[in-house]
């Protein structure tokens, strides 16, 4: 009887989940080979993205494609299952993945289990900022995002209001980390070199705003490097508040706390991630959050288990102090764990994790940077230069290297390319919130949305010739307004405006007349409705 083989799977495909995938195959290569140890790896894409490298996405100074690298490349002797997580069962060792064609569920079993699920973006207790600002955390996220600046811009062009073209030309970036400053940098260089191919817009009239919640920007860099930051962003237009938070959002404002508001189309969070929900639902110890694990990487009182990256609570063995989420320490956490799972296999003793970062980087944009290497502080274009060169030898991939690479030279002669890529999809059914006194939709306007209020209050009033405003009615939650519009075909009879916080259920045009045309309880009940709002 052929005797089954041990089965490793890795749950995340970012830097912890793909090096510990690839440092398995060369540690266990022999016995992969000889069919008695069984790679696998869950990933929701079948790509590994160098996140150093995403602000670049949004300058287009590099390519989409090229800061994202196939996992079936990286690691070829690793079983991919490109599915979600639906759920994992530490007492049967095993892990349930969503179903690609059809409906039947994945279950994969497994003896060691390595979670390198990483982080999610949440914005939980934040009004509006789920509905209305862009994360920057994704491949996805950055393509969104330059889209959006290109959409903006061609609006602003053509634009006559004066406040809407303000908006139109704001751009707000929440978050003064390694992240925020590099994304607000590409922002603030791209949009404004951009703006130059518009005929209507004045590089001048652009305005980009970073949000900072501490007095100094770059807080894990030494104060003097920070300070250059901060110098070289404001000397090129941007505008940093300092110990300014934002609290949410509306379809045309950021929220910051205090009651200010600034009004922009274009809102990008970078704030701290939130732990994996997945995560919670474990019965483990957690630190904030995050999987306790001992110093060889492994999870207390559960024989082969194991978790690295930003989703584990790991501790330098020779320091004790806790390890930053950096891809830094989850590439060498990902070794230490596949060499200590290698030495499980093999009977031999594991190995502490031990790391002391090498330094740290911060691209500015511009051929500036700042940077602190064993040691040593650097600023300006040597620095940049250092960036440049040790992320183009640590992207993944010699092909990678080469188009990075190319893309840069050209980058120095070419002007910058402002092509939107229209990759949205029409939304059927969304979520919109709305901030006091804000209007949702003006008398005349065309009627889009079908609104149906889960919390809050909002007020129906018609506007008379003089001026003066008739109250039609006021709404609470599980009433819906704005039929009228989509049944007759016509422009907006009122306008609707919230009393109170308020958030709505939107169901588009299309959605709405698909199930009005179909569902002849739901055509009944609007009939009757609009019937008694129109006496």
Known sequence: MTQRPTRILILGGGFGGVYAALTLEKLLGREIRRGEVELGLVSRENYMVFQPMLPEVISGSIGILDTITPIRRLCPKTNLYTRTIESIDLAHRSVTATAGFGSRQHHLHYDHLVIALGNVTTFAGQPGLAEYALPFKYLGD?????NRIIHTLEEADIEQDPEVRRGLLTFVVAGGGFSGVEAVAELNDFVRAAARSFRHLDPAEIRVVLLHAGALILPELPKSLAEFAQNILMRRGVEIRFETKLVGAT???????GGERIMTRTLISTVPSGPNPLIA?????????????????AVPDHPGVWAVGDCAAVHDAKTGEPCPPTAQHATREAKCVARNIAATLRGQPRRA?????????GALGRRSAVAEILGI???GFVAWWLWRTIYLLKLPGLDRKIRVATDWTLDLFLPPDIVQLKTERAFGVRREYFEPGQVVFREGDRGDWLYVVTEGEVEVVRRAADGSETLLRRLTSGDCFGEIALVSEGPRTATVRALTATNVLAVDRDAFQALFATLPPLRSFFEQLIATRSR
């Open 353 to 361: 994790f031990s790391f002391k970062a090498l330094g740290k980087l």
């Open 377 to 379: 502080r650097l600023s």
């Open 281 to 297: 639902m474990l019965p483990l110890k957690t630190e904030r959050g995050r999987v306790v694990v001992d110093a060889t990487l």
């Open 142 to 146: 950055a393509l969104t995002l330059r």
């Open 251 to 257: 379809a045309d404002a950021a929220l910051l706390a």
